[in-house]
Every structure is written in C-alpha cells, then in structure tokens.
C-alpha cells in the first residue's frame, strides 16, 4: 500500500492500494533424457520361480506406451528397475513406469 501525502494543501491523504495475480498454466511432466549408459546386451537375474535367468537390459527412454514383457531390467541415470517373467512394463500419460501382470 502506497500512502500520499501533501502538507502544502489541507486535504486529507489520499490512499493508494495496488494488488496483483496471475495464473500459470501447470506444468506437465516432462521426459527426462536418457542418460548415455555403457549397457550390456543381458545380466543374470534371480527370480524365485524360475530361477537364474539371462534377462535383456533397456535403457528407461526405450520404454513406450506399448507394453514389454518381462524379465526386463529398465536402468535410468538414478533407478533400476526389474520387471519379473510374466509381467509386462509400460509407460503412462506422464512418463511413470507401470508394470502389469501379462
């Protein structure tokens, strides 16, 4: 608030009052870049049921809306994930992995 005075005349002060708001559109959920991995083709992987299996490794950017099955083993820069044999990994509207049974 601005308040204005001037004692050259006898007026009272005058008040001035300024408020601001805007709107941002919120933001949608952005598609990290895969960081560059030195990937092997496949790794070992116990899985209690079926045992030691050879499973392909994919980097989290090469996963789609279209589902893969699994065993998968999904790296990205900070998290691995592992999507057991019989289960299937895919991406949703804001790029979260959702993993389902197949």
């Not at 598609?31 to 392909?56: C, E, M, Q, W, Y």
Request: glycine share 4%.
């Amino acid at each position: 608030m601005l308040l204005r005075a001037s004692r050259a005349c006898a007026a009272p002060p005058v008040l001035w009052s300024r408020r601001n708001s805007s709107v941002a559109p919120e933001p949608r959920a952005r598609r990290l870049a895969p960081a560059p991995l030195a990937l092997k083709p496949a790794r070992d992987a116990f899985f209690p049921h079926n045992g030691i299996v050879s499973t392909p490794i994919i980097a989290r950017g090469d996963l789609t809306r279209r589902p893969r099955n699994g065993p998968l083993i999904v790296e990205e820069y900070d998290a691995t994930t592992v999507v057991p044999p019989g289960w299937a990994a895919r991406l949703d509207g804001d790029q979260n992995i959702v993993i389902e049974m197949a």
